[in-house]
């Protein structure tokens, strides 16, 4: 599952915390539990994490080695075909494509949009009122929280050639928004889906900023950018780092695009999760689709690696 | 007030009408059209209405949809709360070898083995169990998913509570499993709600992997029945899908209220997705 790396990051500036915590580990087993029950209490766990999480990446690799078909001869006895679905996948122009709009669809969308309009989000609630605040922040956490088929469907409705609410708007009656703009139609749906963890994320940073350095920059006179440059970002860096790491990690593995426009037009929508879904399930190439899952198992490992080594040194 | 920080007010405000418009446009139809004699797919100010409702009572498959992920939801977190309840307490009081490495491990590993990206290995696994098109592989493999981030989370509450309660149960007799159900739970009450919630939430909204593990229409959820009644079949009956989105999103939406005014944590870092 497009999985949680946890609110670790919520307080960085939580060392006071750690020797308490620390302590609390190491003063041992109170209720005698002995190392024999602890992994009897484990192992169901790990057994089930096992079997549906672990052995399936594992699997892959071994698939992909295979000419395994959804139908026909190669359903029954998929043979053994080397590296072929790798390099074919590789080669494969249609394959180039759609991690090209992987690319921008998660540079725009997420390292771009959700961070600056998160940040900017995160920044003016400063010193808004309370009330507008909190009325701003539920509406940016309901994008986030609504389920993806509902909302899928509120932004076709939206966007619909006849009737839809944009085009009553702004009096362009008449355009099919996913058909002549698709990817920058779920760039700015995802920019809308998912700002509200890097707003909520910024807004604990934010708050984590001593005051005094506030005051410093402002006797001193500096304006917005300066202040921005000089006492904000040396702050929060660290927060910066892990919410780009995060949100391009989520958007990679995201499938929701696939409600709105489903790959189309013409493929000019088919990220990834969704190229795979069509080879795969839909064309019933579960062969080439394996490999094409491993390699980005293999893209999430590296993104996922460089957060949890970033995790750990801030933890130590 | 100076120029400049009557223009950064205006600006402030400006810029926060334009986010809240932006926000707000798309939901506005979730608003409106469950309750609109006539809905339509612009947003209007409706002509007041619970007629809508009974399209959703009247479809076969609505409410049926949503008892299946009533069900789906409710299954997977009864194993998740569970399994991870005993594993995260037996990890956060013994100390077994590699056991940093290995939460750090599986956190990695349920980041990166993503439904998407899991897609095909998932697909074939449930396969060959013989377990497609059957409820308990969806729940299995959302369990699964699941778990390594609800031990992660669950450790640390299971760390901050204080031992000496344990002691005294063990000094009086009292068994592991007994000291867990009757001393540890009711303290860690507040990390199993939140692990709960976000369960729930989890399951809720997803739509892969029931998307791709079930075949019959009975069985679906409602994220997968929600997307059949736009794509299948002609016409969208706006009724239907307006009142049913709302009685569909109500619960999460419920929740994230609930828990927001209850424990005051708002969904921090990732407690959706």
Same mark, same amino acid.
């Given at each position: 599952?497009?999985?949680?790396?946890?609110?670790?990051?919520?307080?960085?500036?939580?060392?006071?915390?750690?020797?308490?915590?620390?302590?609390?580990?190491?003063?041992?087993?109170?209720?005698?539990?002995?190392?024999?029950?602890?992994?009897?209490?484990?192992?169901?766990?790990?057994?089930?994490?096992?079997?549906?999480?672990?052995?399936?990446? @594992?699997?892959?690799?071994?698939?992909?080695?295979?000419?395994?078909?959804?139908?026909?001869?190669?359903?029954?006895?998929?043979?053994?075909?080397?590296?072929?679905?790798?390099?074919?996948?590789?080669?494969? =122009?249609?394959?180039?494509?759609?991690?090209?709009?992987?690319?921008?669809?998660?540079?725009?969308?997420?390292?771009?949009?959700?961070?600056?309009?998160?940040?900017?989000?995160?920044?003016?609630?400063?010193?808004?009122?309370?009330?507008?605040?909190?009325?701003?922040?539920?509406?940016?956490?309901?994008?986030? @929280?609504?389920?993806?088929?509902?909302?899928?469907?509120?932004?076709?409705?939206?966007?619909?050639?006849?009737?839809?609410?944009?085009?009553?708007?702004?009096?362009?009656?008449?355009?099919?928004?996913?058909?002549?703009? =698709?990817?920058?139609?779920?760039? @700015?749906?995802?920019?809308?889906?998912?700002?509200?963890?890097?707003?909520?994320?910024?807004?604990?940073?934010?708050?984590?900023?001593?005051?005094?350095?506030?005051?410093?920059?402002?006797?001193?006179?500096?304006?917005?950018?300066?202040?921005?440059?000089?006492?904000?970002?040396?702050?929060?860096?660290?927060?910066?780092?892990?919410?780009?790491?995060?949100?391009?990690?989520?958007?990679?593995?995201?499938?929701? =695009?696939?409600? @709105?426009?489903?790959?189309?037009?013409?493929?000019?929508?088919?990220?990834?999760?969704?190229?795979?879904?069509?080879?795969?399930?839909?064309?019933?190439?579960?062969?080439?689709?394996?490999?094409?899952?491993?390699?980005?198992?293999?893209?999430?490992?590296?993104?996922?690696?460089?957060?949890?080594?970033?995790?750990?040194?801030?933890?130590? | 007030?100076?120029?400049?920080?009557?223009?950064?007010?205006?600006?402030?405000?400006?810029?926060?009408?334009?986010?809240?418009?932006?926000?707000?446009?798309?939901?506005?139809?979730?608003?409106?059209?469950?309750?609109?004699?006539?809905?339509?797919?612009?947003?209007?100010?409706?002509?007041?209405?619970?007629?809508?409702?009974?399209?959703?009572?009247?479809?076969?498959?609505?409410?049926?949809?949503?008892?299946?992920?009533?069900?789906?939801?409710?299954?997977?977190?009864?194993?998740?709360?569970?399994?991870?309840?005993?594993?995260?307490?037996?990890?956060?009081?013994?100390?077994?070898?590699?056991?940093?490495?290995?939460?750090?491990?599986?956190?990695?590993?349920?980041?990166?083995?993503?439904?998407?990206?899991?897609?095909?290995?998932?697909?074939?696994?449930?396969?060959?169990?013989?377990?497609?098109?059957?409820?308990?592989?969806?729940?299995?493999?959302?369990?699964?998913?699941?778990?390594?981030?609800?031990?992660?989370?669950?450790?640390?509450?299971?760390?901050?509570?204080?031992?000496?309660?344990?002691?005294?149960?063990?000094?009086?007799?009292?068994?592991?499993?007994?000291?867990?159900?009757?001393?540890?739970?009711?303290?860690?009450?507040?990390?199993?709600?939140?692990?709960?919630?976000?369960?729930?939430?989890?399951?809720?909204?997803?739509?892969?992997?029931?998307?791709?593990?079930?075949?019959?229409?009975?069985?679906?959820?409602?994220?997968?029945?929600?997307?059949?009644?736009?794509?299948?079949?002609?016409?969208?009956?706006?009724?239907?899908?307006?009142?049913?989105?709302?009685?569909?999103?109500?619960?999460?939406?419920?929740?994230?209220?609930?828990?927001?005014?209850?424990?005051?944590?708002?969904?921090?870092?990732?407690?959706?997705?």
């Amino acid at each position: 599952m497009t999985a949680p790396l946890q609110q670790t990051d919520a307080a960085p500036a939580g060392q006071p915390e750690q020797p308490r915590r620390r302590t609390a580990v190491d003063d041992g087993d109170a209720a005698g539990l002995g190392r024999g029950r602890a992994a009897a209490f484990v192992a169901p766990a790990m057994l089930l994490i096992a079997v549906f999480l672990i052995f399936p990446a @594992i699997w892959t690799l071994y698939l992909g080695l295979t000419n395994w078909r959804l139908t026909g001869l190669a359903a029954a006895e998929p043979e053994f075909v080397g590296a072929d679905n790798y390099l074919d996948a590789l080669n494969d =122009p249609a394959f180039r494509t759609s991690l090209m709009l992987t690319l921008a669809f998660v540079f725009f969308s997420a390292v771009v949009g959700q961070s600056i309009l998160g940040f900017s989000l995160a920044w003016a609630f400063r010193r808004l009122r309370q009330g507008i605040r909190t009325v701003v922040e539920t509406v940016v956490l309901m994008a986030w @929280i609504i389920p993806a088929s509902v909302i899928a469907f509120l932004w076709i409705a939206l966007l619909a050639r006849r009737d839809g609410t944009l085009n009553a708007l702004l009096g362009t009656e008449g355009t099919a928004w996913l058909l002549e703009y =698709p990817m920058q139609s779920i760039i @700015i749906f995802n920019i809308w889906n998912g700002t509200a963890f890097s707003m909520l994320l910024f807004s604990s940073a934010l708050a984590a900023v001593p005051p005094s350095q506030f005051e410093t920059a402002k006797m001193s006179g500096a304006g917005t950018l300066a202040t921005l440059r000089d006492v904000v970002f040396p702050n929060i860096r660290g927060h910066v780092l892990t919410n780009t790491l995060l949100i391009t990690l989520w958007t990679f593995n995201v499938f929701a =695009p696939y409600l @709105i426009t489903a790959g189309g037009p013409e493929g000019r929508t088919e990220i990834l999760g969704i190229y795979i879904y069509r080879v795969a399930l839909k064309e019933g190439a579960l062969g080439e689709g394996a490999a094409l899952s491993l390699i980005m198992i293999l893209i999430n490992l590296v993104v996922a690696s460089v957060y949890l080594r970033l995790l750990r040194e801030r933890k130590t | 007030m100076t120029v400049r920080q009557s223009l950064g007010f205006i600006g402030r405000y400006l810029f926060i009408a334009f986010v809240l418009a932006f926000f707000a446009l798309p939901l506005l139809w979730l608003a409106s059209a469950p309750f609109d004699r006539a809905p339509s797919l612009a947003v209007s100010w409706p002509e007041f209405t619970l007629a809508n409702f009974r399209t959703l009572v009247d479809n076969p498959y609505a409410l049926e949809s949503l008892w299946n992920s009533v069900l789906l939801a409710a299954g997977t977190t009864a194993i998740v709360l569970v399994l991870a309840a005993l594993a995260s307490y037996a990890l956060s009081r013994v100390r077994i070898p590699g056991r940093d490495a290995l939460l750090y491990t599986l956190l990695l590993l349920s980041s990166v083995v993503t439904g998407t990206a899991a897609m095909v290995p998932t697909f074939l696994l449930i396969s060959e169990l013989g377990l497609i098109d059957r409820q308990l592989g969806v729940i299995l493999v959302l369990a699964g998913g699941l778990l390594p981030t609800a031990i992660f989370i669950l450790k640390d509450f299971m760390d901050s509570t204080p031992r000496s309660y344990e002691e005294s149960a063990r000094v009086y007799g009292a068994s592991s499993l007994q000291i867990l159900r009757h001393v540890v739970v009711p303290i860690a009450r507040p990390g199993l709600a939140t692990i709960s919630v976000w369960a729930v939430v989890q399951v809720w909204g997803n739509f892969l992997v029931p998307f791709i593990l079930l075949r019959s229409a009975d069985k679906r959820p409602a994220a997968v029945t929600m997307f059949t009644f736009y794509t299948e079949g002609g016409q969208p009956d706006l009724a239907l899908i307006s009142t049913f989105s709302l009685l569909f999103s109500i619960p999460v939406v419920a929740m994230y209220l609930f828990v927001n005014r209850r424990y005051g944590f708002r969904f921090h870092g990732g407690i959706k997705r």
